[in-house]
């Protein structure tokens, strides 16, 4: 019997694992993951950003644990020598109408005492020299590292503190008991006090699994990038942003310098038929049926059809992909980017086809689901991990 049962070993679950050990040291912890290792789906697979949390409403989850996030990542990395940097990162008005929106995202910044500046294209240039644009915002604490780095370091926190990762074991059922809670695994039964969902692309279904109605649905959203061949990473020095389009929940294709030296562009957003579909062609029935007879869904397509339909020009052709890049980077040619590997977001829907656009966490008396984490999860993970543990009654 255990005190504790995660399902999920990303970096949301592996860094609640390891708050509750600091918290509870007496206390039996397991982490439960599917894959034969951690970190196998959003976390080792996104732009590897410690993003800043310049962008998010003041007083949402997201701006809060980011802002402090941003912080505790680096800490973290510096304490364990998890390699990273903190190279700062230009967000640029490209056209006219998006000054004002830049503006807005600079007052953001300086609401939450973020050291932001805003500086000309000029001074753009000077950080980034390739880089075409009508002005810009320099943010000087984003930074990069791999998380799944990260997540291993977690993962092996968790086992020094006398946790257990359970790799290869699928949660299929939970049935709960007076006292208890029953873990029906691939690998066998697995009794608990206490469950802590984590398991991001599936979350909403494991809620079920534990006859919670999480009210919302988990669409994936697959982001596919595309990386500059070796000889013109000279293109960009750190990290280079489009101002967003705020009703969307997503940054825009960005140039992304990676901690391993290679430079990425993207990720763009494209409706996945499958929840870890990471290929276009990849299709599930059940994902796409529960997607297509999901009343949000279609609410949220009419809404942003436009946009929509955009994205999947992009995902089809290389040439409406390098376009979007060149309005940042003129001298980005097609020849210039092979594709790269991708990522799916785990994005709650509602059903009144509004977007989640904070971190959602809900309580059950014996357990807690984590029914939204998207981006910037990875960077806040571990005050959400912290935050997880101050809610378990
Ligand atoms: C393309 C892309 C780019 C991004 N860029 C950034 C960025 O630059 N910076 C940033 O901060 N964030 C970024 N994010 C967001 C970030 O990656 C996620 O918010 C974060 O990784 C979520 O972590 P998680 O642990 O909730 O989910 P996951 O990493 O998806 O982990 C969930 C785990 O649960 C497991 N699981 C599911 N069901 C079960 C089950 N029944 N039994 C057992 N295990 C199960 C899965 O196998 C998986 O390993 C990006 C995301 C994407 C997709």
């Given at each position: 019997m255990y005190n504790f049962a995660i399902i999920g070993g990303g970096i949301v679950g592996l860094s609640t694992g390891m708050a509750l050990g600091q918290k509870y040291p007496n206390a039996s912890i397991v982490v439960l993951e599917k894959e034969d290792c951690v970190a196998f789906h959003q976390t080792g697979r996104n732009s590897g950003v410690i993003h800043s949390g310049i962008y998010y409403k003041p007083g949402s989850f997201k701006a809060k644990f980011t802002s402090v996030g941003n912080q505790s990542m680096v800490d973290f990395c510096r304490t364990y020598d998890i390699p990273h940097e903190v190279c700062g990162k230009v967000i640029v008005a490209?056209?006219?109408?998006e000054l004002l929106l830049l503006e807005n995202i600079y007052q953001l910044g300086l609401e939450k005492k973020l050291k932001v500046k805003k500086i000309s294209s000029q001074e753009v240039k000077e950080i980034e020299p390739y880089v075409n644009c009508l002005a810009g915002v320099y943010v000087p604490t984003s930074g990069i590292v791999d998380y799944k780095k990260v997540s291993q370091k977690y993962s092996q926190l968790i086992q020094k503190q006398g946790g257990e990762i359970c790799l290869n074991t699928e949660v299929k059922r939970i049935i709960k008991t007076s006292d208890s809670q029953i873990l029906e695994t691939n690998q066998g039964t697995i009794k608990t006090n206490f469950v802590i969902n984590c398991s991001g692309l599936y979350s909403d279904r494991v809620a079920k699994l534990a006859?919670?109605?999480?009210?919302v649905k988990i669409v994936p959203f697959r982001g596919e990038y595309y990386e500059l061949i070796p000889e013109k990473r000279y293109l960009v020095k750190n990290l280079v942003y489009p101002v967003p389009n705020p009703e969307f929940p997503f940054l825009g294709v960005h140039f992304t310098r990676m901690i391993d030296g290679s430079v990425h562009a993207g990720p763009n957003a494209v409706l996945s038929l499958?929840?870890?579909?990471?290929?276009?062609?990849d299709f599930n029935l059940k994902d796409c049926a529960e997607v297509m007879t999901y009343p949000g869904f279609w609410k949220l397509a009419a809404k942003h059809a436009d946009e929509g339909i955009k994205e999947m020009i992009r995902s089809f052709s290389k040439a409406a992909f390098v376009h979007s890049l060149q309005q940042i980077?003129?001298?980005?040619?097609?020849?210039d980017v092979i594709a790269s590997k991708s990522g799916v977001r785990a994005q709650a829907l509602k059903?009144?086809?509004?977007?989640?656009?904070d971190f959602l966490i809900i309580q059950d008396k014996q357990a807690l689901h984590v029914c939204n984490a998207p981006s910037p999860a990875a960077t806040a993970s571990l005050e959400i991990g912290k935050a997880i543990v101050a809610r378990i009654p």
């Open positions: 490209t056209k006219e109408k006859k919670v109605d999480s009210q499958k929840r870890e579909g990471y290929k276009k062609t980077i003129p001298e980005v040619t097609v020849s059903p009144d086809g509004g977007l989640v656009n």
